[in-house]
């Protein structure tokens, strides 16, 4: 051992060191921090997707209404001379007046059909009423349920009256007649838009909404009285589809100027890049542009649909700025409404736009129903200028010289903003301007890949991204560029696909209709795509087929499963992941994928999956294997056969150490359940008889020696824990007598024995499913525990005689031993199944007549399987009036009538003892089919319970693993990134750690004389069994039998105390903190083998289990060695090497059993070689060494590097009696120090045969710890006293009395630890008290 002088170093070493730990901190992994430890398992909250237009809608028929009556005003408008007189650009002077009225409804026909060239037009020209009536109705008769448009120029009559008419003709041209908007309504019907171009155009837009308004009253008056005159005419129809646009405000005149049109509202809603380039003319900005006249804008070469040319390029940019702008400004459901529902709307509303920019600057608001904000000052219509502006310099010299045209640097620009965007913002701010013209850039080859890369980075922002995107439209542009082949754009589309379906799954059809599926199939395929592409393209795949059976017959043909099998064993876990997930998914209630996996022996590959290092690979392969043996198809020989061998392959990981697998796993084996029933009834009614006959000696009445725990007030309310809520841990009212009579009354010294422990285990529901009554469960967790420890060492297999059984029943151990799992979510599940099928087999076991007596409700009389029904509890507990069936029934019980004879020799199957149908029907039975005399009852059993193991059970595994792909991929992890607060915090904690580091070893380098100055003392709710300090904060971990207390031992105050969750017949013995430098995780350990981890303990959160699993399995507390005994039991004892993840467990087994954290799987056992239990643990990851002490004397070395047959590499015999402590130095040439029983302390130099000193400490020892640093030990006895001792083997405190108190006597120590670095020892005794002692107050 060293001695003080060695630990002295000159501050500048110690300075330099000091920054090494700090490095030494950061460089530490951490345990248990990983996504499926912090969250729930389960999939994001499906976002409510607006974006898919429920009621796409065309405009089918166009009715153009032309009252111009060429050469004569109206009366009531005085017009200006000069005065606009172009109409669709025709003088109507340069003609004969019906020419001319001919020529205009030609060619407006023309201008609207450039934009809906498919419609139905028809021209009605100076009409009268009866024209215009005949006309709308026959239009929307051929329309039916379409959208018909109605255009009306009324520049040729008086202006709208303000009783809501328009003027017509009389047949003779000799007077207006007024028509009634009331039925212009009536024959238009709905949906339908209406365009006014005339003066005083708001007028009409108020008189249409009178008009519908009074529409809906009559409806509703039709509606509440059908005697009402109303109720007799023919129903008027509903206006509210209906959309109007208006020249301008109902007070206003339609402009004059004879350098513009005379329906400049028209031409602005048909010819906007026409009217716009005249209009930017007639600016004096345009003076600016040199050469640019009006004749030449006719001149502009190309065509509006040819983006490559300049017309068609402005047309193009004009469209992408109008979108831009009304996706901005309106509201988001109004902007589907009219700019994605209706092609000929939506370019209707476009140019709306343009108009009310254009009216506005003379003097006139155009109007819109519904209305639109303002959008004539919108910031996008300077781009417009801009680019207006640089096509029109270029055009003299395109013109005169047939130079070539410039393409605008509009797109490349609006990219460059959205950039922008993208990398300077902050997270919570409004959507991203440009994100339509990032739309309309998709359809250009030149700028699509540059689009394709922002949009991809857009929309990995997350979920809300996603759903913008959408909404903007675009998904059709995306679905229709799966069909390029081009190879660059390959990564870029498997992105974008795999984040919309991660958001939005129901474009699963979409893609199947459009072979969309073959495109994602190809990627998997090319094996020259990287891994994490190939990934992205499995997981689309795994959506297409995600309970979607055209999906799944679409990628069989598509060789999908051959795909996926060849990427089984690729290096990157996410796609073993995903590819697992996605031949689950293929074969789920697929029968023809399940055959083609067979013919593949898909089964057999992945069992190499089982055993993969990444948690969830594993998860994803049990997952595909239960689905593959769920499939409900009949069945055969071959494939029952399969089925018992992917059973037998699962069951191996019964004892995994992630709670994510074994999730899991219960349900894979659920499924299997699901398609044997008959034969799982018989196990399980054998397994039921066995267990009543049976009697296990119960380990409880072993009572240990200071675990006598007195009911006393002091002992607080438990908290309650978050994974423990509704499991074992509250016991209802209802649940309590029954609870107290399964109590064995001799636990503990009698009925006064009831710790809240105990009385939170002692419930025997534990959670409120199972039978029909929904009441209690048919088998407790009592109850199944006794069955797991019958099934381990009784002659069950010969029970069952015929060979496919044996399965079954190892299938039943597997899931009995799951009700048990410490992890309460898993043994959770498995009592569901255990349940669904026990109360199968008890109802189809029991012959129909016994319950007629008076255990039938009053309500439910008729059917001995209906809701009412009491069933018997079929555990162990004796037959009793059940508290559950009397708060159902309105006399009182009688005790529930045995179906067997009370004298039946064992194992006779009796009709109660066999199920009765297992031999009548063929075992492809399904499950959930009763016996052949209960067919008629079925229609009484409550609709939800008789699926409820298929439907209920699921874990979530699949929607959580596609979280990923929804949120961000591409941005820095919080704890990397450098400003972040996660990132602050842990700097803050490992300063912390450096200055508890520093500080500790100047105290310890100067040496600790004295260890008696009592710094805490506090009473503790229960026996202490366990103590632990936390390494740098003031907290310390007490735990006693099934409890665990935190103190503060600076304040002196207790932070929290909660429950463990272990059975009630175990105890915890060994504790260890884990990331303790960083985010603390508690680990406890339990003398039955199970390994639990706590966060958020002693602060102001509920604690909650982060993991838990059986540590050591063959821990069964029956075989730990005979009540006499019971205090020679060592427990579970463990250490913990935070270097390297590794924990090593061992106690009451013949091995060391070694778990990698990181895996969450069981890498080594290292057998002893003794045939004694190890009770003590120490390891040194440097020199990969682990010491253990054990029962009989014995201190063994082992190496962790070598093989299980030479890996003890050194045993010392030199103790006679158990060893309490061994413990090995972590420096390089660090000793083996080894304490027994009797006292004798042993140092041991690893690469020596005997020890190189031996110094004698007090006989009969009951607890001792060394500090690490400080090279002290002390020793607790069971005389009530303890004893410090330094290195040379000198006493330096003796300590028998609590200061205070009268000075009384220190209890019968129980446990005693040393703070890692500090001279700190808490001792805890058997009076509950819990103290701490340390160096002199001069020294700290």
Request: some cysteine.
């Amino acid at each position: 051992m060293k001695m003080d002088s060695d630990l002295l170093h000159s501050p500048a070493v110690g300075l330099a060191e000091e920054e090494e730990a700090d490095m030494n901190d950061w460089k530490l992994p951490l345990a248990f921090m990983k996504k499926r430890h912090s969250e729930k398992i389960e999939g994001c909250k499906a976002l409510a997707q607006s974006w898919r237009m429920k009621d796409r809608m065309k405009t089918v028929s166009v009715a153009l209404v032309l009252c111009l009556n060429v050469g004569v005003d109206p009366p009531d408008v005085v017009k200006t001379s000069p005065c606009a007189r172009l109409e669709c650009w025709i003088d109507p002077l340069s003609m004969s007046p019906q020419k001319a009225l001919e020529t205009i409804g030609a060619n407006l026909q023309k201008q609207y059909e450039n934009w809906q060239p498919r419609a139905r037009y028809k021209q009605s020209l100076d009409p009268t009423v009866d024209e215009v009536k005949k006309l709308c109705t026959s239009l929307r008769r051929n329309a039916k349920e379409e959208r018909v448009l109605f255009h009306y120029n009324g520049h040729g009559v008086p202006r709208p009256t303000v009783n809501g008419e328009i003027w017509v003709f009389n047949k003779n041209y000799t007077q207006y007649i007024p028509l009634s908007i009331y039925d212009l309504q009536t024959w238009m019907g709905s949906p339908s838009i209406f365009v006014y171009d005339c003066s005083n155009a708001g007028i009409i837009v108020k008189s249409f909404k009178q008009f519908a308004l009074q529409r809906e009253q009559e409806l509703e008056v039709a509606a509440i009285n059908p005697s009402h005159p109303l109720a007799q005419m023919p129903l008027p129809p509903s206006m509210k589809n209906c959309i109007q646009l208006a020249a301008c405000e109902a007070s206003e005149l339609l402009p004059m100027n004879p350098d513009l049109p005379a329906d400049l509202f028209t031409s602005c809603l048909t010819t906007p890049i026409k009217i716009a380039l005249r209009w930017f003319c007639m600016q004096k900005s345009a003076k600016l542009v040199p050469g640019v006249t009006l004749d030449l804008i006719e001149k502009i070469p190309g065509r509006l649909n040819d983006r490559r040319t300049p017309l068609g390029e402005l047309n193009w940019i004009f469209t992408a700025i109008t979108d831009t702008i009304a996706w901005n400004v309106l509201p988001r459901d109004l902007f589907q409404k009219l700019f994605r529902q209706d092609l000929l709307v939506a370019s209707l509303f476009r140019n709306f736009l343009l108009a009310e920019r254009i009216m506005r600057s003379y003097n006139c608001t155009p109007v819109s129903s519904p209305r639109l904000p303002p959008t004539y000052m919108h910031a996008m219509w300077q781009a417009w200028d801009l680019a207006v502006d640089i096509c029109l310099s270029q055009l003299p010299t395109i013109i005169e010289e047939g130079t070539a045209f410039r393409h605008s640097p509009f797109f490349a620009e609006q990219l460059t903003a959205f950039q922008v965007w993208l990398t300077m913002g902050v997270e919570n701010r409004n959507p991203p301007e440009q994100l339509p013209i990032v739309l309309q850039v998709l359809l250009s080859q030149v700028h699509r890949l540059r689009a394709l890369d922002l949009l991809g980075r857009f929309l990995d922002l997350g979920p809300w991204a996603v759903s913008l995107a959408l909404s903007v439209g675009i998904f059709p542009y995306v679905l229709k560029l799966l069909q390029s082949s081009a190879r660059e754009l390959r990564p870029l589309l498997v992105f974008i696909w795999a984040k919309i379906l991660a958001v939005d799954s129901s474009c699963q059809a979409d893609l199947v209709k459009d072979n969309g599926h073959k495109y994602f199939l190809s990627v998997l395929a090319d094996s020259y795509m990287p891994a994490e592409h190939r990934t992205m393209a499995v997981f689309i795949l795994a959506v297409i087929v995600n309970s979607y059976n055209t999906g799944q017959e679409a990628c069989l043909q598509g060789n999908l499963i051959a795909n996926c099998l060849e990427q089984l064993s690729d290096p990157h876990p996410l796609l073993r992941q995903w590819v697992a997930i996605c031949l689950g998914r293929i074969w789920q209630n697929f029968d023809p994928a399940r055959w083609c996996g067979v013919r593949d022996s898909a089964h057999e590959k992945l069992y190499t999956l089982l055993s993969d290092p990444i948690p969830e690979v594993r998860c994803a392969a049990v997952f595909a294997l239960g689905t593959f043996v769920g499939n409900s198809a009949e069945r055969t020989d071959h494939s029952t056969t399969i089925d018992h061998n992917v059973a037998m392959m699962l069951a191996q990981l019964i004892n995994d150490g992630s709670p994510v697998v074994r999730k899991e796993l219960v349900v894979a084996l659920s499924h299997l359940v699901v398609q044997y029933e008959s034969n799982f009834c018989t196990v399980a009614l054998q397994f039921i008889e066995e267990e009543k006959n049976y009697t296990v000696p119960s380990p409880a009445n072993t009572t240990e020696p200071g675990n006598l725990t007195p009911v006393s007030p002091a002992i607080p309310r438990l908290r309650s824990v978050n994974s423990y809520t509704n499991i074992r841990a509250a016991t209802t009212a209802r649940n309590l007598n029954k609870s107290l009579q399964n109590l064995n009354l001799n636990e503990e010294g009698g009925p006064a024995a009831f710790s809240p422990g105990n009385l939170s285990t002692s419930s025997s529901a534990s959670s409120t499913l199972g039978s029909p009554d929904n009441d209690e469960y048919i088998l407790s967790f009592e109850t199944i525990d006794k069955m797991r420890r019958v099934s381990s060492y009784s002659s069950l297999n010969s029970l069952i005689g015929v060979s496919f059984n044996s399965v079954y029943t190892q299938i039943w151990r597997v899931l009995l031993h799951l009700a048990a799992d410490p992890f309460p979510e898993v043994s959770d599940l498995a009592m569901k199944v255990l349940n669904s099928i026990a109360y199968k087999a008890t109802m189809n076991a029991r012959p129909q007549r016994i319950l007629d007596s008076g255990s039938l409700t009053q309500s439910a009389p008729a059917s001995p399987t209906s809701k009412g029904t009491h069933i018997h509890q079929a555990g162990g507990s004796p037959p009793m009036p059940s508290t559950s069936s009397s708060s159902l029934t309105n006399e009182v019980p009688k005790p529930p009538t045995r179906e067997q004879p009370a004298t039946r020799p064992p194992y006779t199957p009796t009709l109660g003892g066999q199920a009765p149908h297992s031999h009548q029907f063929p075992r492809t039975r399904k499950m959930f089919d009763k016996g052949p005399e209960q067919a008629a009852e079925d229609s009484d059993e409550p609709g939800g319970h008789r699926n409820y193991i298929s439907l209920a059970l699921q874990t979530g595994l699949c929607d959580w693993s596609a979280k990923y792909f929804a949120q961000p991929v591409m941005k820095i992890p919080e704890e990397h990134d450098l400003e972040s607060q996660v990132r602050m915090e842990r700097q803050w904690r490992f300063l912390r750690n450096t200055r508890v580091r520093r500080q500790s070893r100047c105290i310890t380098q100067r040496g600790v004389s004295r260890l008696d100055d009592q710094i805490f003392i506090n009473r503790n709710p229960g026996v202490p069994s366990v103590v632990k300090f936390h390494p740098f904060n003031t907290c310390i971990a007490v735990a006693d039998k099934d409890s665990i207390c935190f103190w503060d031992w600076e304040k002196g105050e207790r932070l929290d105390y909660f429950y463990n969750g272990n059975p009630r017949y175990t105890r915890i013995t060994a504790m260890e903190y884990l990331n303790g430098h960083d985010c603390s995780l508690l680990l406890t350990a339990t003398d039955d083998g199970a390994l639990r981890i706590w966060k958020n303990f002693a602060d102001q959160k509920n604690p909650e289990m982060v993991t838990a699993w059986q540590g050591l399995s063959d821990m069964l507390p029956t075989t730990r060695g005979q009540p006499s005994a019971s205090a020679h039991r060592a427990g579970m004892v463990v250490d913990w090497e935070q270097e390297t993840g590794l924990l090593m467990t061992s106690g009451d087994v013949r091995v060391v059993r070694i778990w990698d954290t990181d895996r969450e799987m069981k890498v080594q056992d290292i057998p002893t070689g003794a045939d004694s239990c190890v009770t003590s643990l120490s390891c040194d990851s440097q020199r990969s060494l682990i010491v253990a002490g054990l029962g009989d004397g014995s201190v063994r070395v082992f190496d962790r590097r070598m093989g299980p047959n030479e890996c003890r590499v050194m045993t010392y015999r030199e103790h006679g009696a158990w060893v309490v402590k061994a413990h090995l130095q972590k420096e390089t040439d660090g000793h083996i120090i080894s304490v027994s029983v009797n006292g004798d302390v042993r140092f041991f130099e690893p690469r020596t045969p005997d020890s190189i000193n031996v110094l004698q400490t007090v006989k009969g020892l009951t607890a001792l710890d060394i500090h690490p640093q400080a090279n002290l030990f002390a020793c607790g006895s069971m005389n009530q006293f303890i004893a410090v001792y330094n290195a040379n083997g000198d006493v330096i405190s003796n300590i028998k009395y609590y200061d205070g108190f009268m000075g009384q006597r220190i209890g019968a120590i129980s446990c005693l630890a040393f703070h890692p670095y500090w001279p700190h020892l808490a001792v805890g005794s058997n009076d509950y008290y819990m103290s701490i002692y340390s160096a002199e107050k001069r020294l700290r």
